[in-house]
Protein backbone atom coordinates (compact mmCIF):
# COMPACT_ATOMS: atom_id res chain seq x y z
CA UNK A 1 0.00 0.00 0.00
CA UNK A 2 1.32 3.73 -0.69
CA UNK A 3 2.03 5.69 2.08
CA UNK A 4 -1.49 7.78 1.76
CA UNK A 5 -3.28 4.49 1.77
CA UNK A 6 -2.00 3.66 4.98
CA UNK A 7 -2.96 6.90 6.33
CA UNK A 8 -6.31 7.10 5.19
CA UNK A 9 -6.88 3.53 6.38
CA UNK A 10 -4.67 4.71 10.06
CA UNK A 11 -7.35 7.76 10.15
CA UNK A 12 -10.74 5.96 9.18
CA UNK A 13 -11.58 4.68 12.48
CA UNK A 14 -11.69 8.05 14.25
CA UNK A 15 -14.76 9.00 12.20
CA UNK A 16 -16.41 9.75 15.35
CA UNK A 17 -13.71 12.22 16.59
CA UNK A 18 -15.05 16.42 15.85
CA UNK A 19 -12.07 18.09 16.84
CA UNK A 20 -10.60 20.57 14.11
CA UNK A 21 -6.94 18.48 14.93
CA UNK A 22 -7.76 15.30 14.37
CA UNK A 23 -5.73 12.83 13.13
CA UNK A 24 -2.94 15.18 13.42
CA UNK A 25 -0.80 12.61 14.79
CA UNK A 26 -1.43 9.83 11.34
CA UNK A 27 -0.55 12.90 9.11
CA UNK A 28 2.55 13.88 11.29
CA UNK A 29 3.97 10.14 10.77
CA UNK A 30 2.68 10.58 7.11
CA UNK A 31 5.07 13.75 6.83
CA UNK A 32 7.86 11.75 8.73
CA UNK A 33 8.00 9.05 6.63
CA UNK A 34 7.63 11.20 3.58
CA UNK A 35 10.97 12.95 4.56
CA UNK A 36 12.68 9.78 6.24
CA UNK A 37 15.85 10.80 3.60
CA UNK A 38 15.05 14.60 3.48
CA UNK A 39 14.65 15.76 6.98
CA UNK A 40 18.04 13.98 8.31
CA UNK A 41 20.09 15.04 5.82
CA UNK A 42 19.30 19.27 6.64
CA UNK A 43 19.82 19.00 9.75
CA UNK A 44 22.73 17.00 9.47
CA UNK A 45 24.10 19.91 7.00
CA UNK A 46 23.00 22.30 9.53
CA UNK A 47 24.28 20.71 12.76
CA UNK A 48 28.04 19.82 10.81
CA UNK A 49 27.99 23.38 8.96
CA UNK A 50 28.22 24.97 12.93
CA UNK A 51 31.12 21.82 13.63
CA UNK A 52 32.84 22.39 10.88
CA UNK A 53 33.38 25.97 11.51
CA UNK A 54 34.23 25.80 14.79
CA UNK A 55 36.96 23.21 13.97
CA UNK A 56 38.81 25.35 11.10
CA UNK A 57 38.62 28.13 13.93
CA UNK A 58 40.21 26.00 16.51
CA UNK A 59 43.14 25.19 13.91
CA UNK A 60 43.42 28.60 12.54
CA UNK A 61 43.25 30.42 15.78
CA UNK A 62 44.37 29.09 18.78
CA UNK A 63 45.31 31.71 20.86
CA UNK A 64 43.25 34.67 22.42
CA UNK A 65 45.45 36.96 20.73
CA UNK A 66 44.95 35.64 17.22
CA UNK A 67 41.51 35.92 17.77
CA UNK A 68 41.34 39.36 18.65
CA UNK A 69 43.27 40.57 15.83
CA UNK A 70 41.02 38.71 14.01
CA UNK A 71 37.91 40.06 15.58
CA UNK A 72 39.38 44.00 15.46
CA UNK A 73 40.02 42.92 11.37
CA UNK A 74 36.27 41.59 11.33
CA UNK A 75 34.97 45.25 13.16
CA UNK A 76 37.14 47.39 10.65
CA UNK A 77 35.90 45.89 7.71
CA UNK A 78 32.43 47.36 6.54
CA UNK A 79 31.99 45.12 3.76
CA UNK A 80 32.71 41.96 5.83
CA UNK A 81 30.49 43.12 8.67
CA UNK A 82 27.41 43.95 6.04
CA UNK A 83 27.38 40.20 5.30
CA UNK A 84 28.39 38.84 8.68
CA UNK A 85 27.70 41.16 11.67
CA UNK A 86 29.93 42.23 14.03
CA UNK A 87 32.17 40.26 16.52
CA UNK A 88 31.30 40.77 20.07
CA UNK A 89 33.31 37.62 21.71
CA UNK A 90 36.75 36.51 20.96
CA UNK A 91 36.18 33.58 22.15
CA UNK A 92 36.37 30.08 19.98
CA UNK A 93 32.84 29.90 20.28
CA UNK A 94 32.14 33.44 20.52
CA UNK A 95 33.72 33.80 16.25
CA UNK A 96 31.78 30.79 15.78
CA UNK A 97 28.42 31.83 16.63
CA UNK A 98 29.35 35.73 14.21
CA UNK A 99 30.70 33.08 11.60
CA UNK A 100 27.38 30.46 11.34
CA UNK A 101 24.99 31.83 13.69
CA UNK A 102 22.95 33.98 10.31
CA UNK A 103 24.31 31.92 7.74
CA UNK A 104 22.54 28.69 9.55
CA UNK A 105 19.26 30.72 10.71
CA UNK A 106 18.99 31.71 6.71
CA UNK A 107 19.23 28.23 6.36
CA UNK A 108 16.91 26.90 8.74
CA UNK A 109 14.22 29.04 7.60
CA UNK A 110 14.38 27.80 4.07
CA UNK A 111 13.78 24.23 5.52
CA UNK A 112 10.85 25.48 7.19
CA UNK A 113 9.69 27.05 4.30
CA UNK A 114 10.09 24.16 2.31
CA UNK A 115 8.60 21.95 4.71
CA UNK A 116 5.64 23.49 5.71
CA UNK A 117 4.77 24.34 2.26
CA UNK A 118 5.27 20.91 1.40
CA UNK A 119 2.61 19.40 3.57
CA UNK A 120 0.08 21.68 3.40
CA UNK A 121 -0.29 23.77 -0.28
CA UNK A 122 1.96 21.05 -2.43
CA UNK A 123 -0.54 18.85 -1.11
CA UNK A 124 -3.65 20.67 -1.94
CA UNK A 125 -2.07 21.39 -5.41
CA UNK A 126 -1.86 17.94 -6.37
CA UNK A 127 -5.30 16.49 -4.65
CA UNK A 128 -3.81 14.26 -2.02
CA UNK A 129 -5.13 16.61 0.31
CA UNK A 130 -8.84 16.42 -0.13
CA UNK A 131 -8.60 12.71 -0.07
CA UNK A 132 -6.93 12.49 3.28
CA UNK A 133 -10.28 15.05 3.70
CA UNK A 134 -12.58 12.69 3.17
CA UNK A 135 -11.37 10.52 6.20
CA UNK A 136 -12.10 11.67 9.78
CA UNK A 137 -8.90 13.94 9.57
CA UNK A 138 -10.06 17.51 10.85
CA UNK A 139 -9.87 20.58 8.94
CA UNK A 140 -6.69 21.74 10.72
CA UNK A 141 -5.07 18.41 11.01
CA UNK A 142 -2.44 19.19 7.51
CA UNK A 143 -0.80 22.51 8.83
CA UNK A 144 -0.89 21.46 12.15
CA UNK A 145 1.12 18.52 11.28
CA UNK A 146 3.09 20.29 8.87
CA UNK A 147 4.51 22.87 11.48
CA UNK A 148 5.07 20.14 13.50
CA UNK A 149 7.47 18.79 11.42
CA UNK A 150 9.09 22.33 11.15
CA UNK A 151 9.01 22.09 14.76
CA UNK A 152 10.97 19.03 15.50
CA UNK A 153 13.35 19.42 12.94
CA UNK A 154 14.17 22.99 14.07
CA UNK A 155 14.34 21.61 17.73
CA UNK A 156 16.49 18.76 16.10
CA UNK A 157 19.13 21.53 14.88
CA UNK A 158 19.02 23.20 18.08
CA UNK A 159 19.92 19.90 20.22
CA UNK A 160 22.57 19.10 17.74
CA UNK A 161 24.14 22.42 17.54
CA UNK A 162 24.47 22.30 21.48
CA UNK A 163 25.51 18.79 21.90
CA UNK A 164 28.63 19.55 18.66
CA UNK A 165 30.27 22.62 19.92
CA UNK A 166 31.04 21.50 22.84
CA UNK A 167 33.09 18.81 22.06
CA UNK A 168 35.45 21.04 19.94
CA UNK A 169 36.25 23.49 22.86
CA UNK A 170 32.90 25.73 23.13
CA UNK A 171 30.78 26.22 26.03
CA UNK A 172 27.82 24.36 26.16
CA UNK A 173 25.69 27.95 27.83
CA UNK A 174 26.98 29.61 24.33
CA UNK A 175 26.26 27.01 21.93
CA UNK A 176 22.80 25.99 23.29
CA UNK A 177 21.82 30.52 23.04
CA UNK A 178 23.09 30.09 19.43
CA UNK A 179 21.18 26.76 18.96
CA UNK A 180 18.20 28.04 20.18
CA UNK A 181 18.48 31.24 18.27
CA UNK A 182 19.22 29.29 14.96
CA UNK A 183 15.63 27.11 16.16
CA UNK A 184 13.23 30.28 17.01
CA UNK A 185 14.27 32.06 13.80
CA UNK A 186 13.58 29.37 12.08
CA UNK A 187 10.13 28.84 13.63
CA UNK A 188 8.94 32.58 12.55
CA UNK A 189 9.71 31.68 9.03
CA UNK A 190 7.50 28.43 9.28
CA UNK A 191 4.75 30.40 10.64
CA UNK A 192 5.43 32.93 7.36
CA UNK A 193 5.13 29.91 5.61
CA UNK A 194 2.15 28.62 6.55
CA UNK A 195 0.50 32.15 5.79
CA UNK A 196 1.85 32.15 2.75
CA UNK A 197 0.64 28.77 1.79
CA UNK A 198 -2.92 29.98 2.49
CA UNK A 199 -2.47 33.08 0.40
CA UNK A 200 -1.36 31.74 -2.69
CA UNK A 201 -3.30 29.44 -4.61
CA UNK A 202 0.40 27.04 -6.08
CA UNK A 203 3.54 25.87 -3.73
CA UNK A 204 5.68 27.56 -6.62
CA UNK A 205 4.48 31.04 -5.43
CA UNK A 206 4.12 30.37 -1.59
CA UNK A 207 8.04 29.09 -1.24
CA UNK A 208 8.66 32.48 -3.38
CA UNK A 209 6.98 35.02 -1.47
CA UNK A 210 8.39 33.64 2.00
CA UNK A 211 11.78 32.65 0.66
CA UNK A 212 11.36 36.72 -0.66
CA UNK A 213 10.72 37.92 2.85
CA UNK A 214 13.71 35.95 3.94
CA UNK A 215 15.91 37.67 1.75
CA UNK A 216 14.71 41.21 2.74
CA UNK A 217 15.03 39.68 5.95
CA UNK A 218 18.85 39.00 5.44
CA UNK A 219 19.16 42.85 3.47
CA UNK A 220 17.63 44.86 6.08
CA UNK A 221 19.71 42.84 8.74
CA UNK A 222 23.01 43.49 6.30
CA UNK A 223 21.49 47.41 6.60
CA UNK A 224 21.15 47.73 9.85
CA UNK A 225 25.11 46.20 10.59
CA UNK A 226 26.63 48.04 7.96
CA UNK A 227 25.09 51.59 8.42
CA UNK A 228 25.15 50.78 12.55
CA UNK A 229 21.65 51.77 12.78
CA UNK A 230 21.04 49.66 15.70
CA UNK A 231 16.97 49.92 15.65
CA UNK A 232 16.92 48.40 12.24
CA UNK A 233 18.51 45.07 13.29
CA UNK A 234 14.95 45.00 15.65
CA UNK A 235 13.11 45.16 12.74
CA UNK A 236 14.03 41.54 10.90
CA UNK A 237 13.94 38.08 12.53
CA UNK A 238 17.97 37.73 11.21
CA UNK A 239 18.61 40.71 13.09
CA UNK A 240 16.84 39.06 16.44
CA UNK A 241 19.80 36.44 15.83
CA UNK A 242 22.36 38.15 16.05
CA UNK A 243 20.84 40.75 19.09
CA UNK A 244 20.82 37.05 21.13
CA UNK A 245 24.46 37.55 20.85
CA UNK A 246 25.05 33.59 21.79
CA UNK A 247 28.94 33.59 23.87
CA UNK A 248 28.79 37.17 24.65
CA UNK A 249 25.97 38.96 26.18
CA UNK A 250 23.63 35.84 25.68
CA UNK A 251 19.95 37.88 25.64
CA UNK A 252 18.13 35.19 26.17
CA UNK A 253 14.90 37.32 26.52
CA UNK A 254 14.98 38.46 22.74
CA UNK A 255 14.51 34.22 21.95
CA UNK A 256 10.61 35.28 23.03
CA UNK A 257 10.65 37.71 19.92
CA UNK A 258 10.56 35.13 16.92
CA UNK A 259 8.69 32.63 18.77
CA UNK A 260 5.68 34.94 20.04
CA UNK A 261 5.83 36.38 15.82
CA UNK A 262 5.38 32.61 14.87
CA UNK A 263 2.65 31.81 17.24
CA UNK A 264 1.09 34.97 15.76
CA UNK A 265 1.47 33.76 11.99
CA UNK A 266 0.67 30.34 12.72
CA UNK A 267 -2.35 31.29 14.56
CA UNK A 268 -3.33 33.74 11.16
CA UNK A 269 -2.53 30.73 8.63
CA UNK A 270 -5.03 28.50 10.93
CA UNK A 271 -7.90 31.62 10.36
CA UNK A 272 -7.10 31.90 6.74
CA UNK A 273 -7.55 28.73 6.61
CA UNK A 274 -10.78 28.07 7.97
CA UNK A 275 -12.15 31.26 5.68
CA UNK A 276 -10.86 29.86 2.20
CA UNK A 277 -11.91 26.53 -0.03
CA UNK A 278 -9.89 23.87 -0.36
CA UNK A 279 -7.21 24.47 -3.02
CA UNK A 280 -8.27 28.31 -3.66
CA UNK A 281 -5.79 31.06 -2.22
CA UNK A 282 -6.95 34.41 -0.98
CA UNK A 283 -5.18 35.68 -4.39
CA UNK A 284 -6.94 34.55 -7.15
CA UNK A 285 -4.54 33.31 -10.18
CA UNK A 286 -4.59 36.00 -12.55
CA UNK A 287 -6.77 34.96 -15.61
CA UNK A 288 -4.86 34.21 -19.04
CA UNK A 289 -5.07 35.06 -22.40
CA UNK A 290 -8.66 33.80 -24.21
CA UNK A 291 -6.09 32.76 -27.22
CA UNK A 292 -2.97 31.16 -27.12
CA UNK A 293 -0.23 33.40 -28.39
CA UNK A 294 2.21 31.94 -31.03
CA UNK A 295 5.00 31.13 -28.64
CA UNK A 296 2.67 28.54 -27.07
CA UNK A 297 2.57 26.59 -30.54
CA UNK A 298 5.56 23.80 -29.07
CA UNK A 299 6.71 22.45 -25.90
CA UNK A 300 10.09 24.62 -26.18
CA UNK A 301 7.53 28.10 -26.20
CA UNK A 302 5.41 25.87 -23.19
CA UNK A 303 8.63 25.37 -20.86
CA UNK A 304 10.01 29.07 -21.24
CA UNK A 305 6.23 30.05 -20.00
CA UNK A 306 7.01 27.85 -16.98
CA UNK A 307 10.23 28.33 -16.13
CA UNK A 308 10.72 32.13 -17.38
CA UNK A 309 9.78 33.77 -13.69
CA UNK A 310 12.32 31.70 -11.89
CA UNK A 311 14.59 31.96 -13.89
CA UNK A 312 14.34 35.76 -13.66
CA UNK A 313 14.30 35.78 -9.92
CA UNK A 314 17.15 33.16 -9.81
CA UNK A 315 19.31 35.24 -12.12
CA UNK A 316 18.75 38.52 -10.24
CA UNK A 317 19.51 36.73 -6.99
CA UNK A 318 22.77 35.64 -8.60
CA UNK A 319 23.69 39.46 -10.05
CA UNK A 320 23.00 40.90 -6.56
CA UNK A 321 25.37 37.78 -4.76
CA UNK A 322 27.71 38.09 -7.68
CA UNK A 323 27.52 42.04 -6.79
CA UNK A 324 28.46 41.22 -2.97
CA UNK A 325 31.30 39.09 -3.45
CA UNK A 326 33.12 41.26 -5.75
CA UNK A 327 32.44 44.57 -3.59
CA UNK A 328 34.40 42.69 -0.78
CA UNK A 329 36.90 40.60 -2.98
CA UNK A 330 39.54 42.93 -1.83
CA UNK A 331 39.12 43.50 1.58
CA UNK A 332 39.73 39.66 2.17
CA UNK A 333 43.30 39.74 2.54
CA UNK A 334 43.37 42.23 5.75
CA UNK A 335 41.07 40.13 7.09
CA UNK A 336 42.77 36.29 6.74
CA UNK A 337 46.22 37.73 7.71
CA UNK A 338 45.15 37.86 11.26
CA UNK A 339 46.15 34.20 11.36
CA UNK A 340 49.72 33.22 11.34
CA UNK A 341 48.82 29.62 9.87
CA UNK A 342 46.56 32.15 6.75
CA UNK A 343 49.56 34.32 5.83
CA UNK A 344 52.06 31.22 4.86
CA UNK A 345 49.13 30.02 3.22
CA UNK A 346 48.76 33.08 1.61
CA UNK A 347 52.45 33.58 0.42
CA UNK A 348 52.28 29.82 -1.06
CA UNK A 349 49.12 30.44 -3.09
CA UNK A 350 51.00 33.89 -4.78
CA UNK A 351 50.58 36.88 -1.74
CA UNK A 352 47.63 39.17 -1.63
CA UNK A 353 46.32 39.06 -5.45
CA UNK A 354 46.44 34.85 -5.14
CA UNK A 355 44.37 35.34 -2.03
CA UNK A 356 41.68 37.43 -3.81
CA UNK A 357 41.70 35.24 -6.73
CA UNK A 358 41.56 32.09 -4.19
CA UNK A 359 38.45 33.79 -2.59
CA UNK A 360 36.84 34.27 -5.49
CA UNK A 361 37.32 30.88 -7.08
CA UNK A 362 36.01 29.63 -4.03
CA UNK A 363 32.58 32.01 -4.63
CA UNK A 364 32.48 31.23 -7.91
CA UNK A 365 32.71 27.26 -6.64
CA UNK A 366 29.87 27.54 -4.47
CA UNK A 367 27.43 29.47 -6.73
CA UNK A 368 28.09 26.30 -8.93
CA UNK A 369 26.36 24.28 -5.88
CA UNK A 370 23.33 26.54 -5.67
CA UNK A 371 23.24 26.71 -9.53
CA UNK A 372 22.48 22.95 -9.09
CA UNK A 373 19.62 23.48 -6.82
CA UNK A 374 17.85 25.50 -9.97
CA UNK A 375 18.75 22.52 -12.04
CA UNK A 376 17.23 20.19 -10.70
CA UNK A 377 14.23 22.04 -9.82
CA UNK A 378 13.75 22.82 -13.10
CA UNK A 379 14.34 19.20 -14.48
CA UNK A 380 12.43 17.55 -11.78
CA UNK A 381 9.52 19.94 -13.00
CA UNK A 382 9.03 17.51 -16.00
CA UNK A 383 7.83 14.39 -12.97
CA UNK A 384 5.79 17.52 -11.30
CA UNK A 385 3.86 17.87 -14.77
CA UNK A 386 3.65 13.91 -14.91
CA UNK A 387 2.53 13.09 -11.42
CA UNK A 388 -0.19 16.40 -11.41
CA UNK A 389 -1.41 14.79 -14.82
CA UNK A 390 -0.67 17.68 -16.57
CA UNK A 391 1.91 15.88 -19.21
CA UNK A 392 -0.92 13.23 -20.37
CA UNK A 393 -3.35 15.78 -22.44
CA UNK A 394 0.42 17.20 -24.19
CA UNK A 395 1.49 13.61 -24.81
CA UNK A 396 -1.47 13.02 -26.58
CA UNK A 397 -1.10 15.11 -28.85
CA UNK A 398 1.51 14.82 -32.05
CA UNK A 399 3.70 16.12 -29.75
CA UNK A 400 6.56 13.24 -28.59
CA UNK A 401 7.86 11.91 -25.35
CA UNK A 402 11.29 13.00 -25.92
CA UNK A 403 10.77 16.12 -27.82
CA UNK A 404 8.44 17.17 -24.14
CA UNK A 405 10.41 15.57 -21.72
CA UNK A 406 13.81 17.13 -23.38
CA UNK A 407 12.20 21.07 -22.97
CA UNK A 408 12.51 20.62 -19.47
CA UNK A 409 16.57 19.22 -19.89
CA UNK A 410 17.35 22.29 -22.15
CA UNK A 411 15.03 24.40 -19.96
CA UNK A 412 17.31 23.50 -17.18
CA UNK A 413 20.74 23.71 -19.30
CA UNK A 414 20.81 26.69 -20.46
CA UNK A 415 18.79 28.32 -17.70
CA UNK A 416 21.79 27.22 -15.47
CA UNK A 417 24.31 29.19 -17.89
CA UNK A 418 22.43 32.20 -17.99
CA UNK A 419 21.97 32.15 -14.26
CA UNK A 420 26.07 31.48 -13.33
CA UNK A 421 26.70 34.28 -16.01
CA UNK A 422 24.84 36.70 -14.30
CA UNK A 423 26.88 35.74 -11.10
CA UNK A 424 30.09 36.37 -12.70
CA UNK A 425 28.47 39.42 -14.33
CA UNK A 426 27.99 41.00 -11.16
CA UNK A 427 31.27 39.79 -9.46
CA UNK A 428 32.88 41.07 -12.72
CA UNK A 429 31.46 44.16 -12.21
CA UNK A 430 31.87 45.24 -8.54
CA UNK A 431 35.57 43.55 -8.35
CA UNK A 432 36.44 45.87 -11.68
CA UNK A 433 35.21 49.10 -10.19
CA UNK A 434 37.06 48.37 -7.15
CA UNK A 435 40.37 47.70 -8.86
CA UNK A 436 39.46 49.84 -11.75
CA UNK A 437 39.68 47.31 -14.07
CA UNK A 438 36.12 46.66 -15.41
CA UNK A 439 37.48 44.91 -18.71
CA UNK A 440 40.08 42.84 -17.26
CA UNK A 441 37.74 41.14 -14.81
CA UNK A 442 34.78 41.00 -16.16
CA UNK A 443 35.53 38.30 -18.32
CA UNK A 444 37.50 36.40 -16.14
CA UNK A 445 34.90 36.40 -13.43
CA UNK A 446 31.52 35.08 -15.92
CA UNK A 447 34.60 32.78 -17.45
CA UNK A 448 35.14 31.45 -14.11
CA UNK A 449 31.38 31.44 -13.20
CA UNK A 450 30.70 29.53 -16.45
CA UNK A 451 33.06 26.56 -15.58
CA UNK A 452 30.87 25.38 -13.18
CA UNK A 453 28.60 24.61 -15.98
CA UNK A 454 29.26 21.00 -16.92
CA UNK A 455 29.51 19.73 -13.31
CA UNK A 456 25.73 21.46 -12.86
CA UNK A 457 24.89 19.67 -15.74
CA UNK A 458 26.10 16.23 -14.40
CA UNK A 459 23.82 17.24 -11.51
CA UNK A 460 20.49 17.60 -13.51
CA UNK A 461 21.44 14.94 -16.16
CA UNK A 462 21.30 12.67 -12.90
CA UNK A 463 17.59 14.13 -12.01
CA UNK A 464 16.77 13.67 -15.61
CA UNK A 465 18.48 10.04 -15.43
CA UNK A 466 16.15 9.29 -12.61
CA UNK A 467 12.86 10.82 -13.55
CA UNK A 468 13.20 8.49 -16.87
CA UNK A 469 14.29 5.40 -15.00
CA UNK A 470 12.54 5.38 -11.62
CA UNK A 471 10.24 8.12 -11.65
CA UNK A 472 8.76 7.56 -8.24
CA UNK A 473 12.55 8.21 -6.75
CA UNK A 474 12.97 11.04 -8.68
CA UNK A 475 13.43 13.14 -5.70
CA UNK A 476 16.43 11.24 -5.04
CA UNK A 477 18.37 13.99 -6.89
CA UNK A 478 18.12 15.78 -4.09
CA UNK A 479 20.37 13.79 -2.42
CA UNK A 480 23.11 13.31 -5.10
CA UNK A 481 23.29 17.36 -4.77
CA UNK A 482 23.15 17.16 -0.79
CA UNK A 483 26.17 14.64 -1.06
CA UNK A 484 28.03 16.48 -3.38
CA UNK A 485 27.73 19.62 -1.23
CA UNK A 486 29.07 18.14 2.10
CA UNK A 487 31.80 16.01 -0.17
CA UNK A 488 32.43 19.95 -0.72
CA UNK A 489 32.40 21.82 2.64
CA UNK A 490 33.16 19.15 4.94
CA UNK A 491 35.31 16.81 3.01
CA UNK A 492 38.47 18.86 3.60
CA UNK A 493 37.97 19.14 7.14
CA UNK A 494 37.31 15.48 7.41
CA UNK A 495 40.76 14.76 5.40
CA UNK A 496 38.64 12.38 3.41
CA UNK A 497 40.48 10.36 0.53
CA UNK A 498 40.92 12.03 -2.95
CA UNK A 499 38.41 8.78 -4.03
CA UNK A 500 35.95 9.83 -2.06
CA UNK A 501 36.00 13.48 -3.21
CA UNK A 502 36.46 12.49 -6.50
CA UNK A 503 32.65 11.73 -6.20
CA UNK A 504 31.48 14.71 -6.79
CA UNK A 505 31.71 16.55 -10.17
CA UNK A 506 32.64 19.64 -8.77
CA UNK A 507 35.51 18.63 -7.40
CA UNK A 508 36.78 18.12 -11.10
CA UNK A 509 36.19 21.75 -12.23
CA UNK A 510 39.23 23.96 -12.72
CA UNK A 511 39.74 26.68 -9.81
CA UNK A 512 39.66 29.58 -11.94
CA UNK A 513 40.47 32.43 -11.70
CA UNK A 514 43.82 32.18 -10.38
CA UNK A 515 43.99 28.07 -11.04
CA UNK A 516 44.99 26.45 -14.16
CA UNK A 517 42.27 25.94 -16.64
CA UNK A 518 42.25 22.70 -18.85
CA UNK A 519 38.93 21.19 -21.11
CA UNK A 520 39.82 17.53 -20.13
CA UNK A 521 37.71 17.74 -16.87
CA UNK A 522 34.92 19.60 -18.45
CA UNK A 523 34.27 17.36 -21.75
CA UNK A 524 34.97 14.10 -19.73
CA UNK A 525 31.84 16.22 -17.64
CA UNK A 526 30.04 17.15 -20.27
CA UNK A 527 30.27 13.72 -21.81
CA UNK A 528 28.55 11.76 -18.51
CA UNK A 529 26.24 14.52 -18.80
CA UNK A 530 25.06 13.51 -21.59
CA UNK A 531 24.93 9.93 -21.29
CA UNK A 532 22.98 10.20 -18.43
CA UNK A 533 20.34 12.35 -19.60
CA UNK A 534 20.19 10.21 -23.17
CA UNK A 535 19.77 7.39 -20.59
CA UNK A 536 17.28 9.31 -18.94
CA UNK A 537 15.20 10.44 -22.11
CA UNK A 538 14.82 6.68 -23.64
CA UNK A 539 13.75 5.39 -20.61
CA UNK A 540 10.85 7.73 -20.39
CA UNK A 541 9.74 6.80 -24.25
CA UNK A 542 9.44 3.15 -23.35
CA UNK A 543 7.83 3.74 -20.01
CA UNK A 544 4.19 4.29 -18.87
CA UNK A 545 3.16 7.14 -17.52
CA UNK A 546 2.84 7.49 -13.37
CA UNK A 547 0.67 9.50 -11.95
CA UNK A 548 0.74 10.41 -8.06
Same mark, same amino acid.
Given at each position: ?47 ASSASTAYS ?249 LHRGALLGWSTG ?92 ? $? #? /?? @?????? *? &???? +? %?????? =? ?29 ? $? #? /?? @?????? *? &???? +? %?????? =? ?62
Amino acid at each position: MSDYALANAAARPRARQASPFAGTRVLLRLAARRDRIMLPVWVYALIASSASTAYSFKGLYATEASREQFAATINATPSTIAIYGRVSSTSLGGITAWRIAVLAATLAGVMSILLVVRHTRAEEQTGRQELLGATATGHRAPLAAALSVALVANLGVALGTSVALPFLGCSFRGAFALGLAIACCACFFAGLAAVTAQICESSRAANGVACAALGVSFLARAAADASGYGWLMWCTPLGWVERVDAYGAERWWVLVLPLVCGLALAYAAFRLAAGRDLGAGLLATRTGAAHAGPDLRGPFGLAWRLHRGALLGWSTGFLLGGLVIGYIANDIGGVLTSSAKLVQIINEMGGQQGLVDAYLATCLGIFGLIAAVYAVQTTLRARGEESAGRAEPLLATPIGRIRWAATHVV $A #A /LL @GTAVVL *A &AGGL +G %AGIAHG =LRTHDVSGQLPRLIGGALAQWPAVAVVAAIA $A #A /LF @GLLPRY *A &AAAW +G %ALTVFL =LLGQLGPALKLSQAVMDVSPFTHVPKVPGGAFTWVPLGWLALLGGVLIALGLAAFRRRDLQLG
